[in-house]
Nanobody
Framework: QVQLVESAGGLVQTGDSLRLSCAAS????????MAWFRQAPGKDREFVAG????????SYSYSVKGRFTISRDNAKNTMYLQMNNLNPEDTAVYYC????????????????WGRGTQVTVSS
């Protein structure tokens, strides 16, 4: 089974960019749909972006569309989240998730989750 590990997040300033990565173990990474979620303090976990196994189908939340880009490199067993023009509302713990079904992973019901990484955006 695939296991997921997010890269370190960090503390950035408003307007900065940051790229998160999610490294997957196992040989079947290319068969999994992937997604990023985030959870801000005191709030529910929310969907950020999703990517199907082929890498061609993408979905974004309204709040990040146009600023964030999700991608994957199956040869490296890694998924990425490029975050541009960050603002304090993007401050959260970011999680990557995987499932064989795209609908499940983007719906927050993915079978596999990473432990999360903190992203803090200062004003």
């Amino acid at each position: 089974q695939v296991q997921l590990v997010e890269s370190a997040g960090g503390l950035v300033q408003t307007g900065d960019s940051l790229r998160l990565s999610c490294a997957a173990s196992g040989r079947t990474f290319s068969t999994y749909a992937m997604a990023w979620f985030r959870q801000a303090p005191g709030k529910d976990r929310e969907f950020v972006a999703g990517l199907d196994a082929s890498g061609k189908g993408r979905s974004y939340s309204y709040s990040v569309k146009g600023r964030f880009t999700i991608s994957r490199d199956n040869a490296k067993n890694t998924m990425y989240l490029q975050m541009n023009n960050l603002n304090p509302e993007d401050t959260a713990v970011y999680y990557c998730a995987a499932d064989l079904q795209f609908s499940l992973v983007v719906g927050g019901r993915g079978a596999i989750w990473g432990r999360g990484t903190q992203v803090t955006v200062s004003s």
